[in-house]
Every structure is written in C-alpha cells, then in structure tokens.
C-alpha cells in the first residue's frame, strides 16, 4: 500500500474537515498581503483649493470649477494640481460665488500655474495624503509601491520553496502568516514613502509562499477522490480574504487602521502548531515514518477506524520508492528544452499564456478601483466573482476538454474587456457586468493552467516545466501594477484594451499546443 490508499482506506472525518477549514482560513488572509497596495496606495480624488472661491466647507465640484481649474481631457476630471491664475476682477462680469472676488472672468485661462493646498472629494487617508504623494507626476509612485510588490513575490517564491523543503510545509504556511501580519502592521506606522516601501516588500516576500504551503497541507491530508472537492471549496476562500479587506477599507477609510485590522488575525495562525499536522509527503521524503502513522492513526480514529499495523513496513516500503526518485539537474532540463522544438516551442506557448493570466487576473483587480462607481464596491464585485468561477472550474475541469477550457475562458474574458470599452457610458451596469465576467473567465483560464501545463509535457520533466513557465509568468504580475499609470496617461480604456487583446492571442495560441489526454 502506497500513502494514497491508506488515505483512501481511512475515508474523510472530522479531523481531515477541520484541519482543512483552518487551512482554509489561512488561505483566506494570504490574499491581503498580494493585494492590499490597491487599497493602502490607491489615488484619490482631488483638486486645487481656489483662495477666492473656495469657502469654509469646500465641495469637489462646485458649479464655478470649469472656469478656475483646467480639465483633463483624458479622465474628463479637474487637474489635480494646476489651477488658472487669478487676475483682477472684471467689473462687468458675473458673480457666481458668494465670495466676491470669485467672479466669471478673474482667472486667465490662458495662463496655469501648480498649487499646493488642496480639496478632497473623499473623506479617506492613503499614502497619498499622508506622505504628500500629490500630483498626477507622482502617480508613478503609487504604481511603484504595486511593482516593489510583486519584486517581493518574485524573490520570495523560490526562498520560501526552500524553507518548506527544509522545515516543512507547516512551518512556512505559520512563519510566513505570522511575519506577514508583523510586518504589514509596522508598516501602518512608516512616516514616509521610501520606508513603506521598505516594509512593502518584505511583507510580500514574507507572504509569497503561503498560499502554496497551505494549499498543499489541505490537499495532501484527504484521500485522492476527494482532493478536487477540497482544493476547490479551499480555494473558494482566497478572493474572500480581499473583498473583506475591502469591506474593511470602505468601513474605516483610513489605511493605517484598515492595515492594523486586517493582519491581526494573521498572528492567531500561531495556534496551529499544537494541531495541525505537517504535510504528509514532506514527513515522507524525510523518512520520519513515526510521524506519519500518528497522523494517520490520528484521521483514522476520527473516522472511527483503526489503522492496520502493517502501515508502518508499508510506507517505508512507499519511501524507498519515492527517495529513487531524482529531480533533473537545472542543465539536463535545459538540454532537453532546447534540444527539442517541440518542447521549446511547449514552453514559449506556455509562458505566454502564464504570463498573461497574471497579467490580466491581477490587472484588472487594481484597475477596478480606477474605474466608474464607488472603488470599494467594484473592488469586492471583482474579487467576490471568483469564488463562482471556482466553483464553474470544478465542473468544467471534470467534464470538457483542457484545451477548450483554456481557450475558451481566454476569448470570454478578452471579450470581456473589448466589451466594457464599446459599451455606451449610458449602460454603467451593463459595463460593470462585462468587466465581471472577465474576471470570472480568467479565474477559471487561471485554475485550468495548472493541470493544462501538467498534462501536455512529459512525465520525466513535468514538475520542472511548471515550475519554470509558472514564474515566467510572473512577468505578468510584475507589469500588472504600471496599468493604472497607464489609464492615467492615456485613458482608462487603454489597459482594458490590452487585457483584452492578450486574453484573445492567448486563446488563440492554446490550439497550437498538441491534445492532450482529457
């Protein structure tokens, strides 16, 4: 007997659903870290304050605002820091303030200069009015804080693959939790830019391999036939953990508390040392075979079983077997990709199509708090949509074809966003709609990757070429945050376009890769 079967002959109890709920919960706060820069380093909505207009209790958008503030033709908003000059009052004009001195004709429209006291649309505290990030020249800056980010991902996916084949799968899903709430709460109390910065990467790099570490730990503790349920309803609860971070962020409006309440719950994943188990197949590849059977003497009890003794001779037998198992050396893998076209066109195709998934998944996360509507909400719609499109990949994944399912889910969300930009302003529902299902559809090209990529390169070199293309695509992760900058500079239909565009290619390429078996 191999660890499948006694996991299979042990069924599925209480413990198992348990530990599996915990982990759950876990997965649910891993997705604060990767996304909460939408919310901390989110512009805002503000103009210059006019001397002569402006009273006591300034509005955003007074009825005078065109005629002392230039527009941007792009966004169609008031500038945020350029205002006419003021000249001396015409005596002919028309007064339409009750402040004299603000009168239809004193500012010269052919004359800007900047300001620097302001009037804010919202009643809301980011970086930008705390560090003094004003200006749309200093958009950049907010954009960065998303790119400083992912670099943190990027460096801390391989460091956090390493500490979970050292110390375990367990260890990293509570150290990486627990740092990351640490870390994410100092960083609500940085006094400038360049130290939240600072913290920014070190709590994403901290959080990077928590996702991965729990999945695993959830998956690997239930029987094979029941691992496409649990990793599914497991998965249901990371989008969950942004849109109440959302809630969060439109219920206190400001970012340093948001960030204290949300990465305290962080800091309870300590508790799982006393009973959670550590994984299974990590206990197994270090030939701690003791450890094993109490966990799985432990599942058996809960299902009121009892676990033969002859599991202990057969796991050690399983992990003979499994330690003659040897992973390909970094130049033999790259040997063998480029010593055949097949498989170095497999991986070309195959990292574009990563690439764009993260690029168009997490893109369209941060700009939906750039577009029409209240941010708060189209933040927890487009993060909330997920949890269905977990749910439809369930589905689709145990009745269609891999293949049809990528592609398919590829053109739905690039039609998506073609969709949002041709729809008339007139229809913002319709528009909000087709934005949602392109989020739905990329989720679902998203979770179909995985097995898509695992199923189309050979057996002998599989985990490696995931590996690989998956951090390819982490480009796309990379690039996702300088979408907002660009909808800024050149219109928010621009990054919108683009997703669309490379969601379609992508499709397109899917039917250029060989069958595969489902």
Partial sequence: MDLDE??????????QVTVCALMSLVLMYSNISPLSYAITAGDLKYRCEIPQCDTD?????????????????????????????????????????????????????????????????????????????????????????????????????????????????????????????????????????????????????????????????????????????????????YPIGAVLMGFAAYMILDWRIMLRVVNLPGLFTLGYIWYVPESLRWLQTKNRIEEMATVLSRIAESNGKTLPPYVNEALIADSKNTFKKKQMSGCKLMRTIFGSKEILLLVINCSFSWTTITFVYYGLSLTSVEMFGNKYLNFMLVNIVEVPAFLTSWYVMEHFSRRYTQAFSFFLSGIGCIMVNLISTDYLLMKLLMFLSSKYAITIAFNNMYMFTAEMFPTEIRMSMISTVSMIGRLGLLISPQMTLLGAYFGQYVPILLFGILSTIAGATVFFVPRNKR
């Fill in 57 to 237: 209790n300034p509005s955003y958008n007074p009825e005078w605002l065109n005629q002392t503030i230039p527009y941007n033709k792009i966004t169609n908003e008031p500038y945020k820091c350029l205002m006419y000059r003021y000249v001396s009052p015409t005596t002919n004009g028309t007064i339409i303030s009750a402040n004299n001195m603000c009168k239809q004709g004193s500012f010269n429209v052919n004359s800007k200069k900047k300001c620097n006291k302001w009037v804010f649309g919202e009643m809301e505290r980011t970086i930008v009015n705390d560090f003094g990030i004003m200006c749309e020249e200093n958009k950049w800056k907010l954009t960065m804080v998303g790119t400083i980010n992912s670099i943190g991902q990027i460096i801390g996916i391989p460091l956090s693959g390493y500490i979970s084949d050292m110390f375990g799968r367990k260890h990293m899903a509570i150290i990486g939790s627990v740092t990351s709430a640490i870390l994410g709460t100092l960083k609500s109390f940085t006094t400038n830019y360049y130290s939240f910065l600072i913290f920014e990467f070190f709590e994403s790099m901290a959080s990077s391999g928590v996702y991965a570490a729990t999945f695993v730990l959830g998956i690997e503790i239930v029987g094979p036939k029941s691992r496409v349920a649990v990793s599914t309803l497991m998965g249901c609860f």
């Fill in 6 to 15: 006694i996991l299979s002959n042990t069924g599925l109890g209480s413990y």
